[in-house]
């Protein structure tokens, strides 16, 4: 049951240009998302967060859009660099317990 | 900064053998995870450790594995009988609180031949 989907699994940017990483999801219980980061033969690191009850967070180049009533989140990178090259997942939780549902990953590659 | 760490990076073993998978987790947090991801799949929760206990487990997590806080550091996952479908990464997690952010450790690759 993939309660969590990416649906574009690689992306290619041009360095300095925007990424968009898009991310979806099927469980209206889910209240708190996060994009993670992932380096080939290293573990998820995190990145960006956002609960429910905001629609945007930046930090820094990152910013995290939610869109509750599509169940939709993205996460934009701006300006794209070649050290953003990686696989970028969500992952969703609801309030009512630890377990984080992740999506397959998009693969961002960013071209110098 | 302090970080989660995972012993070994690689292991291979025979099928039907046991594993022991190791994790030191962030000292001050009280939550552990274990997940696990097949190659070219998502990453899957397996379990949650909270207080000495399982809080949380997914259907992947039969009765071949089971989870450990031997000590005040470790937090080990163990399969009992390894088959071939658990070849996979496994990465170890912790957090500082319920629901907040997990810091991952590198991930441990387990081979079963």
């Known amino acids: 049951d993939q309660q969590v989907k990416q649906n574009s699994p690689s992306l290619s940017v041009q360095e300095g240009r925007i990424s968009i990483l898009n991310c979806d999801y099927t469980?209206?219980?889910?209240?708190?998302f996060l994009w993670y980061k992932k380096y080939p033969a290293e573990g998820p690191t995190f990145l960006i967060s956002?609960?429910?009850?905001?629609d945007k967070n930046e930090d820094g180049r990152f910013t995290v859009f939610l869109n509750k009533s599509a169940k939709h989140l993205s996460l934009h990178i701006v300006p794209s660099q070649p050290g953003d090259s990686a696989v970028y997942f969500c992952a969703a939780s609801s309030g009512t317990g630890n377990q984080f549902y992740f999506g397959t990953g998009t693969s961002l590659t960013v071209i110098p | 900064e302090p970080e989660v760490t995972q012993t070994p990076s690689h292991q291979v073993t025979q099928m039907g053998q046991e594993v022991i998978l190791r994790c030191v987790p962030i000292s001050n947090h009280l939550y552990f995870y274990w997940y696990r991801q097949i190659l070219g799949q998502k990453v899957e929760f397996l379990v949650s450790f909270y207080n000495n206990e399982i809080s949380e487990k997914s259907e992947i997590f039969d009765d071949q594995f089971s989870v450990e806080r031997p000590d005040g550091s470790n937090f080990t996952l163990k399969i009992r009988s390894t088959k071939l479908e658990d070849s996979a990464m496994y990465f170890c997690a912790s957090s500082e609180v319920a629901g907040g952010e997990q810091f991952f450790g590198p991930g441990t690759r387990l081979t079963v031949l």
């Open positions: 956002i609960s429910s009850i905001k």
């Open positions: 469980n209206s219980m889910f209240d708190y």
